[in-house]
């Protein structure tokens, strides 16, 4: 059983920051892609960031330049900081990994409950 557990988030005026963690848990024989999503109320979820083993990186357009994603392999944790928060980054933020469990052929992708990140003017 694999499990994805969010910390952090919360509210902060704009212009602040805030940090996310998402740390896998359980039966992991090897943790690959590691990222970001976002939900916010009347909105389609919106891609944030995705970092891969080697620690490569990519950002959605309307993070690009303020956020920044990273990972700790040995502790098969991502992080993402957020800084120069705006209203519009408000929601809730969803971590996903794709991860092989032990005894397993394919990665399968997971995800976490979700965090609020609310961001006021």
């Known amino acids: 059983q694999v499990q994805l557990v969010e910390s952090g988030g919360g509210s902060v005026q704009a212009g602040g920051s805030l940090s996310l963690s998402c740390a896998a848990t359980?039966?992991?024989?090897?943790?690959?892609?590691m990222g970001w999503y976002r939900e916010s109320p009347g909105n389609e979820r919106e891609y944030v960031a995705t970092i891969i083993r080697d620690s490569s990186s990519s950002y959605g357009e309307s993070v690009q330049g303020r956020f920044a994603i990273s990972r700790d392999n040995a502790k098969n944790t991502v992080y993402l900081e957020m800084d120069h928060l705006r209203p519009e980054d408000t929601g809730v933020y969803y971590c996903?990994?794709?991860?092989?469990?032990?005894?397993?052929?394919?990665?399968?992708?997971?995800w976490g409950e979700g965090k609020q990140v609310t961001v006021s003017t």
């Open positions: 359980g039966s992991i024989f090897s943790v690959h892609t």
């Open positions: 996903y990994a794709t991860i092989r469990t032990t005894g397993s052929g394919e990665p399968m992708e997971y």
